[in-house]
């Protein structure tokens, strides 16, 4: 009998090779028990994977958007204002000096 051939083995182990086979959970000679299933550590494995996945989802965001944001350092630069935008047209020809000296006259309010 198994008994007298395995004698370091324990009881249970030989009670699952002498006919119960290998179960996930549930009866008698199962790895998890007898029906007792995963327990608590259910809900612990359960709420670890759940936190890494979203860790590894914000990371995974946070690096694209950083990588795909036009400013290196991540801070947004503010848009030009109504005269820089004004001194850029005069330097690059877009209207003469008249015309320049007037719009930068009406935008001051002076």
Known sequence: MATSLF????LGFRQVQTGYGWHMSGGPGTMMGYGYGWGGWGIVHAVFWLVTVLA??????TLVRRLGSDDADGKDTPPPTALEILDERYARGEIDREDYLQRKKDISGA
């Open 56 to 61: 590894i989802i914000v990371i995974a965001l």
């Open 7 to 10: 004698p370091l083995i324990p």
